[in-house]
């Protein structure tokens, strides 16, 4: 069966987890014509737990792995519920190759405990990727205040020098710019391109990866986005310490910490996390499973609630679709 193209797929994440409990809260205050779009991949199980709140009844569960009431104990992590999370994932993606969804929104998974049930991806951002047979993709974090983009994502901080190339600035740069252009319909994108190195290198003198590798990473994105028919404003290597105060649409991170911790300073409730470059939308929200919170009714649902809108906005833009 082909579901709508306007489907959006929902994956519980690690059932020990909040995200049982954030996606009935959030499922539960969206508007009726959104949640009858929704399939959720995951166990009615595992949903029936959630205290104080039950889960619409237009909303479509999928039966994954059948896990019972009393299985899967909030904040108690084992290795069903390890397997499950996967599974969960393994389901929606299996939906979304064939098809069925226009997007994907998933709740947090464990690594750990991904990782010791056969997950062998970093995060959701790589597994999508190359299941969903995407050419490239991007990390990005969209908030209400501020959208970032990652040139390097899941890596020590000691190895971004070495990881860092002008290939992956510039695939931050055009993936970014098509965001915008593609699925927010901002006709003339603004891109801040931020340095790697204090005061954006000094002219060398705290480094070289601005000229040597920055530059022209801006460069070929630029040459990218133009070619792909977008008109966009690309400006860096900007110094890190007061890129966040000029007005742009979007700001190119480095390395993780770079981009995520002015996200999480000013959007902390409503940020999203993005991945681009993939063939649907695929949006989460920006906090772990929180086990130490889990099943005590204390958990906020705002950023899942983000994600979900979110979601739904990325896919009825008139001009969004897969990328070709």
Request: glycine share 10%; aromatic share 4%; net charge neutral.
């Amino acid at each position: 069966m082909t579901a709508k193209p306007s489907t959006i797929g929902i994956t519980l994440g690690d059932p020990a987890g909040i995200g049982p409990e954030i996606v009935v809260r959030a499922l539960a205050e969206a508007a009726p014509e959104l949640r009858a779009r929704v399939r959720v991949f995951g166990d009615a199980g595992v949903l029936a737990r959630v205290v104080g709140t039950s889960l619409p009844p237009e909303v479509r569960v999928e039966e994954i792995t059948r896990l019972a009431h009393d299985q899967a104990l909030p904040g108690r992590p084992d290795a069903a519920c390890g397997a499950a999370q996967v599974a969960y994932l393994e389901a929606a993606l299996v939906a979304a190759r064939a098809g069925e969804l226009a997007a994907l929104v998933t709740a947090p998974i464990s690594k750990t405990q991904a990782k010791a049930a056969g997950f062998a991806f970093p995060g959701h951002t790589e597994l999508l990727a190359e299941r969903l047979g995407a050419r490239e993709h991007a990390m990005a974090f969209f908030g209400p205040r501020l959208r970032v983009v990652l040139a390097t994502i899941h890596h020590a901080l000691a190895d971004v020098p070495r990881v860092l190339d002008e290939t992956a600035v510039a695939r931050a740069v055009f993936l970014g710019g098509e965001a915008l252009a593609r699925r927010f319909a901002i006709v003339r994108p603004r891109i801040g391109v931020l340095g790697l190195n204090p005061h954006a290198g000094e002219a060398g003198l705290f480094g070289d990866e601005e000229a040597r590798v920055i530059a022209p990473g801006i460069a070929r994105g630029r040459e990218r986005l133009h070619a792909a028919g977008i008109d966009a404003t690309i400006v860096g290597p900007l110094v890190p310490d007061a890129a966040f105060r000029t007005p742009h649409d979007l700001f190119v991170a480095m390395y993780h910490d770079q981009g995520l911790i002015p996200v999480k300073l000013l959007d902390f409730e409503d940020s999203v996390n993005v991945t681009l470059g993939l063939p649907i939308v695929r949006t989460s929200p920006d906090h772990g499973v929180a086990y130490d919170i889990a099943g005590r009714g204390v958990a906020r649902h705002g950023s899942f609630a983000a994600a979900l809108r979110l979601a739904a906005e990325m896919i009825a833009c008139e001009i969004c679709g897969p990328r070709s």
